[in-house]
């Protein structure tokens, strides 16, 4: 604590309070019932309320707790005392570090403060970047906002917090030496906007993209002399640069870049550099992403087209099969023998199970680009369409089929309905002996809710649990079940679609239960 010289008591003339009105400290003064009879310069800044209305109020009631009520013991025990106190701490009120004494008189009680700056600066510092922080995380969370719009937010919040006059995003072409101005934040009467083209060879961002690594230029001139002559410096007038490179996997896409026309007199804090970093990181992850999206679109219309081309390709043979196999059939059917008609009726059913798995395929394959709009859904009503389609299975099985009221999801109705069909299928067919007993729930997990459809009939190894929702995959001979081994690869694409997950559990004999998640419909209740 810093020592100070005694103080004249206030109460003892205006030539006191002309000395406490030219000190820095700030400096009240109470009587002997708490009451303030005087505030100097100082205390009146620091409260922000002028001395006329603080005069008279008692000094708990008119202080913040850091400098009144929460040094009460000490301020009474300088009274009781005679003799002076000191103490120190923060004040998070005020956003300051405190350095005080307490002076008995007399009359009353003269309390000095010496305001700790210093740790006021790195307060106020330290909510600045905690709000560009926070800034910056709203607009990266926020999925549903266009990228250049997210782009231009960031450029904003960078700018603001780091107090350059320019900043932007820019893509880059070396073979070309071309530079590309994508997103820029800067001065109204600026001459540069978005989509502006300029040689690679006379910005500092060369360097970045060289390099692959952040340049800090708090003078350029100074700096980097070999690089104050390009044009971008010595035309432009630019004196002062921080860049970060944006990678989209091995290749640098371009540079985060901030700039001033005047060199920085305080230099770019670490704090700084690596905020710039960090969102340059993200800028590259981001574009990373929607290449791979863009790439995997591109995939599923190939896909799609592909399924569609073997479809189409394969059905007309077929069709030529299985009408000669009926021509042969109706015209020499009395003449086949036993045995010729085993292998005719081998044939038939081999063409038949080829069209289901086509048709199984190109519905596998069109699930993302020919589903409906998602929209709310009311799952009981989808249960009813699927249990009239199921009527005549589920009378010829004896099977009891039953459910609670099931919730309303966001998704695509025939997509959902072809999923409950699927499943229902699955627990018919697989019952073993007994007659089928299946049971549908539903349960709210957060922002979605778990379906389950559970049966009691030969259930499933666990060992092959991830292995049955795989394309034309299956674990019994068609002799023992029929079936083309899409229908569970068919649940899982639909539930994907809808940003969900399917999953098993079950043992050997004692039935499955299938669980799958569906979007909850925004604003209704659990």
Known sequence: ???????????????ALAA???????????????????????????LE???????????????????????????????????PVSFEGVSELLAVGLDGRAYPSETGLTVSIRIDTEHSRRTTQIRERERALQDAYEVIAAPDRQFSDQIESLLSVVRDTIGTDYATLSRVHEDADEYIFEAVDAPSDADLTAGDVVSLSTTNCERVVDTGQTLVLEDVEADAPDLADRAGNAEWGISSYLGTPVSVGDDVYGTFCF????????GFSDWEVTFVELLGNWM???????????????????????????????????????????????????????????????????AERMRTMIDGLLAYSRVETRGDPFEPVALDAVLEDVRSDLRLRLEETDATLSSESLPRVEGDPDQLRQVLQNLLSNALAYSGDESPRIDITAQRDGSQWIVSVADDGIGIDPDDEERIFEVFERLHSREEHAGTGIGLALCRRIVERHDGEIWVDTEPGEGATFRFTLPAVDGDEA
Request: charged share 40%; net charge negative; glycine share 6%.
């Open 259 to 266: 700039y001033d026309m005047e060199a920085r007199v305080e």
């Open 49 to 83: 309320r002028p001395e006329a209305e603080l005069l008279g109020t008692v000094v708990w009631d008119a202080v913040p707790n850091a400098i009144g009520s929460a040094r009460r013991d000490e301020y009474e025990r300088a009274m009781r005392t005679r003799e």
């Open 20 to 46: 406490y009105g030219r000190i820095t400290d700030a400096v009240f003064a109470v009587d002997d019932e708490w009451r303030l009879t005087f505030c100097n310069e100082r205390i009146e800044r620091l």
């Open 284 to 350: 590259g992850a981001e574009l990373e992403r929607r290449e791979y999206e863009r790439e995997l679109e591109a995939s599923n219309e190939r896909l799609e087209q592909f399924a569609y081309t073997v479809s189409h390709d394969l059905k007309e043979p077929l069709r030529m099969v299985s009408s000669y196999l009926s021509l042969i059939e109706n015209r020499y059917g009395d003449e086949l023998d036993t045995e010729g008609e085993e292998f005719l009726d081998y044939a038939v059913d081999g």
């Open 1 to 15: 604590m810093v020592e100070r010289p005694e103080l004249p008591e206030p109460h003892d003339g205006d030539a």
